[in-house]
């Protein structure tokens, strides 16, 4: 980041035309420069009230100001609320940066509040994914971490540890005063349990951040296009009575129960006709074996055979068998799922199976950067009661216990390198 003393300033909602538009400038001279260009702005004025006045470029609306240690960054703030044409945006901005702020670089609102010691690191990293949320459970898990739920959590495991380590420590250096370390209280106290529970939450995040993948596969004119085209409410992908119809893998994404689904539609399986096809089929394949859950798709009109026994066998995979073409039927397998991709019979049901790979009402999950953290500090809360449960001093422990307080502290921000909080917050967009 550039220097932390600048004022300075950026729109906060977006670059497209809107209603409304809202430009925040922080840093000691906020209130100075929001007075200079805002024209009902009292002597002496109250902090987190609405002025209603005309800017300097023209442009009528509000002003609310924020004292320091009140506010988003925890700086002095003033936020302009105008119209949200690109052209006024631009000219306010401009007679700002004209009278001595600075424009802001891309997280750098975001990154003051850590400064300041609003938020920690993983709040920072919560602010982001709200702003990137897609979806409902996306939000969810954005919310809980910005509100501060995994720092607890993680400060909680901290707090043990740093009491285990008072223990080692004290012990070797006042053992003649307070005698020998009680090792099974060290074990006791130390948060294994508590690390296991979030360290058990990394594949659960993924999932949420990055979405489920679902490889719809099975042999020719099942209905798999048309069950992709039902489950996005679109014609995403070419419905013909031709076998044969999808010669590659279509992906595409929807919001399903609240999580973000990747749906794969695949080539029909089946002895390849041409080299286009057999590509297909080998893509069909390759997308099953790597997808989160395979919808193995078949006819239920023409019935389960020899052919899709020996397609379902080959794919060497947990699938969910999906019985396509119910209404159409006579009879259906107990323990297939019955659908229609025409009507949207049993499409609910199916979509409700992904509920699986997640659970409903989850607990914050941690994600991509905190995984290794949270395990590195797993093995070494592990490695110190190894110590404990040895013939060997005590004070081995306080390295192992001191490594755990390192790795949780980076998550959090409190022993992060200046390179790791560069890298978080080189990832967020201008105006946060």
């Given at each position: ?270 002895a390849a006709t041409d080299e286009a096809e057999k590509l297909g089929i080998e893509r069909s394949t390759e997308a099953a074996l790597g997808a989160d859950r395979t919808w193995f798709v078949y006819d239920a009109s023409i019935g389960w055979g020899e052919a899709e026994q020996s397609e379902w066998e080959r794919l060497m995979k947990p699938q969910t068998i999906v019985a396509n073409k119910c209404d159409l039927a006579r009879k259906s397998n107990q323990d297939h799922f019955a659908v229609s991709a025409l009507t949207g019979e ?87």
């Amino acid at each position: 980041m550039s220097n932390f003393h600048d004022t300075i300033v950026a729109p906060i909602t977006g670059t497209q035309p809107a209603a409304v538009a809202s430009i925040r400038i922080s840093g000691d001279r906020a209130w100075e420069f929001a007075a200079k260009v805002f024209d009902r702005l009292p002597t002496d004025p109250t902090a987190r009230y609405a002025y209603y006045g005309r800017f300097i470029h023209g442009d009528d609306g509000l002003l609310l100001l924020f004292e320091k240690g009140h506010s988003f960054t925890g700086e002095e703030t003033a936020e302009c609320q105008i119209h949200g044409s690109p052209a006024s945006v631009r000219a306010l901005v401009s007679h700002l940066i004209g009278l001595g702020a600075r424009m802001a670089e891309p997280g750098e609102f975001t990154y003051r509040a850590f400064m300041t010691g609003r938020m920690d690191l993983s709040q920072a990293e919560g602010v982001r994914e709200t702003v990137d949320s897609q979806t409902a459970r996306q939000l969810q898990q954005a919310n809980m971490m910005r509100q501060g739920v995994l720092r607890e959590a993680v400060s909680q495991a901290r707090e043990a540890l740093f009491g285990v380590l008072a223990m080692v420590e004290a012990t070797v250096d006042f053992s003649e005063e307070i005698g020998e370390l009680d090792r099974d209280e060290a074990i006791r106290r130390l948060p294994i349990g508590q690390l296991e529970d979030l360290a058990a939450t990394a594949q659960q995040g993924l999932l949420t951040r990055q979405g489920i993948a679902v490889a719809i596969v099975g042999p020719p004119n099942a209905g798999k296009s048309s069950l992709l085209n039902r489950l996005l409410g679109a014609d995403r992908a070419i419905v013909t009575p031709v076998a044969g119809t999808t010669r590659d893998t279509i992906e595409e994404s929807a919001e399903i129960n609240g999580l973000l689904v990747r749906f794969i539609d695949t080539a029909g399986l089946r002895a390849a006709t041409d080299e286009a096809e057999k590509l297909g089929i080998e893509r069909s394949t390759e997308a099953a074996l790597g997808a989160d859950r395979t919808w193995f798709v078949y006819d239920a009109s023409i019935g389960w055979g020899e052919a899709e026994q020996s397609e379902w066998e080959r794919l060497m995979k947990p699938q969910t068998i999906v019985a396509n073409k119910c209404d159409l039927a006579r009879k259906s397998n107990q323990d297939h799922f019955a659908v229609s991709a025409l009507t949207g019979e049993g499409i609910s049901s199916l979509t409700n199976t992904l509920l699986t790979l997640e659970q409903a009402e989850a607990a914050v999950t941690i994600n991509g950067r905190h995984a290794p953290l949270v395990q590195r500090a797993l093995s070494s809360a592990r490695a110190a009661k190894d110590v404990f449960e040895s013939p060997v001093p005590d004070d081995l422990a306080a390295v192992h216990l001191r490594d755990a307080l390192h790795a949780l502290g980076e998550i959090t921000g409190d022993t992060a390198s200046e390179d790791m909080i560069d890298r978080i917050f080189r990832d967020f967009c201008i105006g946060k």
